[in-house]
Structures are given as C-alpha cells and as structure tokens.
C-alpha cells in the first residue's frame, strides 16, 4: 500500500523543500521558485493556504522524494 501525502499549504511545502536541500532561488508573484544544485528541475511552488494533491504529487515527484520521504520532512 502506498502512503497518502500529507496535504500542507505552499509555505509548509518550502519548508519541507528546504529541508531536503532545495534553495528559494526567486519568488514571483504567488510562486516561489526553488532550485537544487546539479538537478534538471525548478520547483514552482504556489503559496495557497492548501495545496492540491495533484500539485503535491508532481512537485514530489520532481524533486526525486518518494511520498514517505516529503511527509517525514
């Protein structure tokens, strides 16, 4: 059984990001946008009071976490 994501609003998710060695590289507009070193990626994370499960699974993805590993950030 996979594990369900936590749900948290945009600026819980940088938090988590940050934790995982992603940097705020520029914010624009309601997005803050983080970037890791070496890594194809740019997350683009919307500051909303609850983020989606759908926005949640992709940036997850992305940022090469699995699931467990975001929810224990």
């Not at 590289?25 to 499960?53: A, F, N, W």
Request: net charge positive; with cysteine; charged share 25%.
């Amino acid at each position: 059984m996979t594990p369900s994501i936590k749900l948290c609003s945009g600026a819980e998710a940088v938090k988590k990001f940050k934790r995982a060695g992603w940097i705020v590289d520029r914010q624009k507009g309601s997005h803050t946008m983080m970037v890791k070193s070496d890594y194809q990626y740019t997350l683009s994370i919307p500051l909303q009071r609850e983020l989606g499960i759908g926005i949640l699974k992709k940036l997850i993805r992305q940022a090469g976490l699995s699931v467990d590993e975001f929810n224990r950030l």
